[in-house]
């Protein structure tokens, strides 16, 4: 059986494109916002979005403060006049000291109409369904006049700069000869599976929690999987075998062996190695998962896909306890998804 607590809020770009999907096929047209540059104090990240309606409603942030009501203003003569426009806020700006950006904190924000007509319903949807499918797209935008690319991460022929997009979640604004674009990363964010409900995993799953990553435990233990050990957590007290392709495994997915039992962990493993996703570690001393490999090679996992395993599991600071190894276990994945990468082995 699964164990899901309350649903989380969907991510805010999420329901401001949702929303925005609403208003244009109500009104035939949208304004949406985007922070394309910040620098300093900015407290919305590049990316960061917020849909007008043509009646005044609004979704989502660009500055969590009073840089909102300009905005909107600007929104409203945009959904007229159909023009896009380049909005910048800087520490000079009264409406920036509201908004917090006064330690030389400076935010630009392209706002721009998406029309039904041209295109914008199929746009909109096809980022939704992206998002909610947990499939990375990139966005370019042509600021001169708005006219769009959309890359997803299975396209063949990908320019570079947009390939490293899906890797790096990072947006940002690019120099060509034709004047800025921006590249909008909307990649799912990065989810962890924790299979086997230890004392190492309880504490990995509430780092991960509080550090923004969507965590969910698997252990057929039912007495290990148990909601009073895990508040608040998805919890999954199957075989990893039989819910891990329910799950779905994919790029922005590490899955982290912790059962220290081999029956389970194997069977997690075998299914992780021939994924894409982007992290695959496992608890265990290296005498541990010699023993390991073996079982994986007569299991037919080749040794190209067992050297993706990090063994010993998270990055060497001397871990002894489980909270200091839960540490170093979740060091080495937020490595994975947003630093240097290195071999694993």
Same mark, same amino acid.
């Given at each position: 059986?699964?164990?899901?607590?309350?649903?989380?809020?969907?991510?805010?770009?999420?329901?401001?494109?949702?929303?925005?999907?609403?208003?244009?096929?109500?009104?035939?047209?949208?304004?949406?916002?985007? $922070?394309?540059?910040?620098?300093?104090?900015?407290?919305?990240?590049?990316? &960061?979005?917020?849909?007008?309606?043509?009646?005044?409603?609004?979704?989502?942030?660009?500055?969590? &403060?009073?840089?909102?009501?300009?905005?909107? $203003?600007?929104?409203?003569?945009?959904?007229?006049?159909?023009?896009?426009?380049?909005?910048?806020?800087?520490?000079a700006d009264e409406t920036a000291w509201r908004a917090g950006l006064p330690c030389g904190g400076k935010v630009k924000v392209y706002v721009e109409r998406v029309k039904a007509e041209d295109g914008g319903n199929e746009l909109l949807s096809k980022a939704v369904e992206a998002q909610q499918s947990r499939r990375g797209l990139v966005i370019e935008t042509r600021l001169k006049d708005g006219s769009k690319t959309?890359?997803?991460?299975?396209?063949?022929? $990908?320019?570079?700069?947009?390939?490293?997009?899906?890797?790096?979640?990072?947006?940002?604004?690019?120099?060509?000869?034709?004047?800025?674009?921006?590249?909008?990363?909307?990649?799912?964010?990065?989810?962890?599976? $924790?299979?086997?409900?230890s004392h190492i995993g309880q504490v990995l799953a509430e780092i991960a929690r509080l550090s923004g990553y969507e965590i969910q435990v698997v252990d057929p233990r039912s007495a290990f999987a148990a909601p009073d050990r895990f508040p608040g957590i998805t919890l999954h007290a199957e075989w990893p075998q039989d819910v891990l392709p329910k799950i779905g495994l994919d790029p922005y997915t590490a899955v982290v062996a912790l059962a220290h039992v081999g029956h389970i962990d194997d069977e997690a493993l075998k299914l992780a190695l021939r994924s894409d996703c982007l992290y695959v570690g496992a608890l265990g001393s290296q005498r541990n998962h010699a023993k390991?490999?073996?079982?994986?090679?007569?299991?037919?996992?080749?040794?190209?896909?067992?050297?993706?395993?990090?063994?010993?599991?998270?990055?060497?600071?001397?871990?002894?306890?489980?909270?200091?190894?839960?540490?170093?276990?979740?060091?080495?994945?937020?490595?994975?998804?947003?630093?240097?990468?290195?071999k694993a082995g």
């Open positions: 059986m699964s164990v899901s607590p309350t649903p989380h809020t969907a991510r805010d770009e999420i329901g401001v494109l949702e929303a925005a999907r609403g208003w244009l096929e109500k009104d035939g047209a949208v304004a949406i916002a985007t $922070v394309v540059d910040t620098w300093g104090s900015a407290p919305v990240p590049i990316g &960061g979005q917020m849909a007008v309606s043509a009646d005044g409603r609004f979704k989502g942030s660009v500055s969590g &403060g009073c840089i909102e009501g300009d905005v909107i $203003v600007e929104a409203d003569e945009i959904l007229e006049t159909g023009k896009p426009k380049l909005l910048e806020f800087g520490v959309v890359f997803a991460r299975e396209d063949a022929g $990908v320019p570079d700069d947009v390939a490293k997009r899906f890797s790096t979640a990072k947006s940002g604004l690019v120099e060509t000869p034709d004047g800025e674009v921006f590249l909008h990363a909307l990649v799912p964010p990065a989810r962890i599976i $924790v299979v086997g409900a390991r490999r073996e079982r994986l090679l007569a299991a037919g996992i080749t040794e190209e896909e067992i050297a993706r395993i990090r063994a010993p599991i998270g990055i060497d600071i001397g871990a002894q306890t489980p909270a200091e190894i839960a540490v170093s276990v979740m060091a080495d994945i937020i490595r994975a998804v947003r630093g240097p990468k290195r």
